[in-house]
């Protein structure tokens, strides 16, 4: 793998730049906010991560190992391969994504290009316990337990029939029943079902 390089930067386009290292020019592929940091003719250091396809080697390069960690680790959840990856971080910045991650903030993950409400519910339930510290004050609202539950009872109730509006306004009500240590999905699944009035 190749961590990271450390060059002069010879050329910046739209998506990336190339960086000469030891005579060899290496195009790597950026978000904006990498690229707007660079300039030709200066040296630059990259973290960078290798992807490796049957028909491609794409080299991405981030402005710090921090975000080249939540990079791959993105990559780890299912649907989400490096452009996506990429995307998410050139919409948010590393604390950003940890913090919606964490706290389930839907909203701010389907800014993101390419993830949609369930691509970002599947992010908050894989990830959430592997995103690692949040910079900032986080916000009290939803723990990654809290998240955890209310994710899997609100797409359930959406798998059952039920309008995303009516998931979450049971969802909502089975929160204020619920303490610091929250029964099986299961059990709060069959609540839910019993406010939306039926025995299904």
């Known amino acids: 793998m190749i961590a990271s ?4 930067v010879t050329t910046i386009g739209p998506d990336g730049v190339v960086v000469e290292v030891g005579g060899v020019g290496l195009a790597i592929s950026c978000a904006p906010s990498t690229i707007a940091g660079l300039r030709v003719g200066e040296e630059a250091r990259l973290a960078t991560s290798l992807i490796v396809r049957e ?3 794409t080299l ?6 921090d975000a ?3 990079f791959e680790l993105l990559q780890t959840a299912s649907g989400v391969g490096p452009r996506i990856a990429q995307a998410a971080l ?6 950003v994504l940890r913090r919606a991650i964490a706290t389930a903030d839907v909203a701010t993950l389907t800014r993101v290009p390419g993830i949609g409400k369930k691509g970002a519910e599947k992010l908050v339930l ?18 990654p337990i809290a998240a955890a539950w209310s ?3 609100r797409e359930g109730l959406i798998g059952l029939g039920w309008t995303p509006a009516q998931a979450e306004q049971a969802v909502a009500t ?4 619920v303490g610091d240590e929250p029964p099986p999905v299961p059990v709060l699944l069959k609540q839910a079902i019993r406010l939306l009035g039926t025995t299904r």
């Open 174 to 177: 089975v929160a204020e029943t």
């Open 5 to 8: 390089v450390r060059g002069k």
């Open 60 to 65: 991405y390069g981030f402005a710090n190992d």
């Open 55 to 57: 028909d491609s080697l």
């Open 151 to 153: 994710v899997q009872v």
């Open 90 to 95: 050139a919409i948010h910045n590393p604390d």
């Open 68 to 70: 080249r960690h939540l």
């Open 126 to 143: 894989e990830l959430r316990d592997r995103i690692g510290p949040i910079g900032g004050d986080v916000p009290a609202v939803a723990s």
